[in-house]
């Protein structure tokens, strides 16, 4: 099937955190994705807002998205969702709202599920209960509102350090290319197959001075931050706008 209007929802991953582009933009799986839709008549939108939940995302970018006539969305989130403490009866709310609202008006909606992320970071296995309600939500929604699938819970690459950013949570251009893949692929779309290949050898096990360099550059900012802004009454992502708002061209 061939795709014009296509347009994707979500989080910072849907912004292509930690993709970067030589001159510093983000790229992601969005846009790799875009890149094999493109042809002729195409356009491409990308309401990806970082720090945004799927409550969120409902309320901002959803009308947005149904305004633009697409063909084609692709939907990631439910991570901010997780790491906010949202119970699993506010996770199962949240997603089938999400996934009914959108597949209200795209003819052909794809949702992601949530890789396992939580051996990767601190107090992990608070997370797992969430984010399995979280891909059992997905997965009810999407079966009963007729969505397109893209269940990368149990992908190996999860365990893999180079497909993770700086941070061990966003994922690096490896990542983003292999999700880029899986999505076209369960839309029966043919695409480079090295996209989803795994990288020769083995990754270097991280060392005890690794792992004070993540605690002390990635971990403890984030939570000071996330702190902070919670007393002031901050949102992650306020102050950020969506990286591609209208259907364009992809060049």
């Known amino acids: 099937m061939t795709y014009q209007r296509f347009v994707a929802l979500g989080d910072s991953c849907t912004e292509g955190l930690d993709d970067l582009l030589p001159d510093g933009r983000y790229r992601g799986w969005a846009d790799r994705v875009a890149s094999v839709l493109d042809a002729p008549g195409f356009r491409y939108a990308n309401l990806g807002v970082r720090g945004r939940r799927m409550d969120q995302m409902l309320v901002e970018q959803v009308p947005s998205a149904a305004a633009l006539e697409p063909d084609l969305v692709a939907v990631f989130g439910g991570g901010n969702d997780v790491m906010s403490g949202a119970t699993p009866a506010q996770l199962a709310e ?89 999505l076209l692929s369960v839309l029966d779309i043919p695409f480079d197959p090295a996209w989803t290949s795994l990288p020769d050898g083995t990754a270097a096990p991280s060392s005890l001075r690794d792992h004070w360099r993540w605690l002390r550059d990635q971990v403890l900012p984030v939570a000071y931050t996330r702190t902070r802004n919670k007393l002031i009454g901050r949102q992650p992502g306020d102050g950020f706008t969506p990286k591609r708002p209208r259907l364009l061209p992809l060049a």
Do not use: K, Q, W, Y
């Open 94 to 182: 949240r997603a089938e709202a999400l996934v009914r609202a959108v597949t209200s008006f795209a003819p052909t909606v794809a949702v992601f599920t949530l890789s396992d992320i939580s051996h990767r970071m601190p107090f992990g296995r608070r997370m797992r209960p969430r984010i399995e309600a979280l891909n059992t939500a997905l997965r009810t929604a999407s079966a009963r509102h007729g969505a397109v699938l893209v269940d990368v819970e149990a992908d190996s690459c999860v365990h893999d350090p180079r497909f993770f950013g700086p941070d061990r949570l966003h994922l690096s251009s490896l990542g983003h290319r292999r999700l880029a893949g899986h």
